[in-house]
């Protein structure tokens, strides 16, 4: 996606969180001016601030921004990318309310809804007002993540972790079916593109259920042959072995030699003999569900005599 795609989507959000009421807007400021472009000359009544961070154009970026936020006060996000960039974004902190937008290259985890509509919802989320609903109707679920503990650190992925043979940490290149071992993944769905699908096509498992999916790779001879788009436009074939939910809180072990590749990104080596731990959990951020929460602001009454 463009930069300028991304300015009108950002400007699409602002307008629709300005609609709503909201006095400040928070924005970082970064190399290709995406957001503070997007809203230099907009006619807001909300106030707009800049905020300066130290860069690495790395996702660390992405974490000093969600910690800049938070410091000025800010609970409430709108993110534009894919599942890495909602990744950071959690890792730096999961106490928030997350309307995340689809512009990455997997987006497994991020919604495809009409950003003004989308800056609507997070504007009306920080005035409080939808707080006001009764809580069955759940117009925020907290999502899952899982969390890694190796002999190294932890980590967290939202979508998948991929143990990988014969790879490389920080390799940039597409997946190779053949050097995938195990996936564990918090949703299992057939309509996404990368890991989530070999997982879809056998046994899937959606966001709103307690429960994640591992899911064991063979050679030809030891699996059923499953052909998935492990990136957009390109399909490879996998050999499932075997496909078993997990409950929250249930663990998997996963023994190297190899990389661990948490929502694409190859971060973790083990070496021969050592052992990670991944567990299913909820205890992400809070995710807005927008057409939900839109229908109930309608039943409200909240849109009709506005000025």
């Known amino acids: 996606m463009t930069h300028e795609a991304k300015r009108d989507i ?20 970064e190399p290709y001016r995406i957001a503070s472009m997007a809203l230099e000359w907009m006619p807001l009544k909300a ?7 130290p860069l690495t154009n790395t996702a660390q970026d992405t974490e000093a921004a969600i910690a800049a936020f938070k410091a000025a006060g800010c609970d409430t996000v709108v993110s534009l990318g894919g599942d890495g960039t909602n990744r950071a974004i959690v ?23 009409e950003p003004t509509l989308a800056g609507m919802i997070a504007g009306l989320n920080a005035l409080g007002r939808l707080q006001q609903a009764p809580s069955e109707l759940a117009l925020s679920k907290v999502a899952k993540v899982l969390r890694l503990v190796t002999p190294r650190g932890q980590d967290l992925a939202l979508v998948d972790a991929v143990m990988m043979r014969n790879d490389r940490v920080g390799n940039m290149l597409p997946f190779e079916a053949q050097k995938i071992e195990t996936i564990v993944l918090t949703r299992a769905e057939p309509n996404a593109i990368g890991m989530s699908p070999i997982g879809g096509f056998v046994d899937p498992v959606y ?30 074939t996998v050999y499932v072995k ?29 070496l021969p003999g050592e052992v990670a731990q991944v567990h299913v959990q909820r205890d992400g951020p809070r995710v807005l569900d927008v057409d939900g929460a839109m229908r109930w602001v309608a039943s409200q009454g909240m849109m009709r005599n506005r000025d």
């Open 10 to 29: 950002v400007a699409r959000v602002a307008a629709g969180a300005d609609a709503m009421g909201v006095s400040d807007i928070y924005i970082t400021r």
């Open 47 to 53: 106030k707009v601030h800049v905020l300066d961070i």
């Open 91 to 113: 890792r730096q902190d999961a106490n928030l309310d997350l309307v995340p937008l689809s512009t990455g290259t997997n987006n497994v985890f991020p919604d495809r809804v």
């Open 207 to 236: 966001a709103a259920e307690d429960q994640g999916l591992v899911v064991h790779l063979g050679p030809a001879d030891q699996g059923q042959a499953v052909v998935a788009p492990l990136s957009p436009g390109w399909f490879q």
């Open 242 to 270: 075997d496909a078993t939910r997990l409950s929250l809180g249930d663990g998997v072990t996963l023994q190297g030699p190899g990389v661990i590749a948490l929502d694409g990104d190859r971060d973790h080596k083990l």
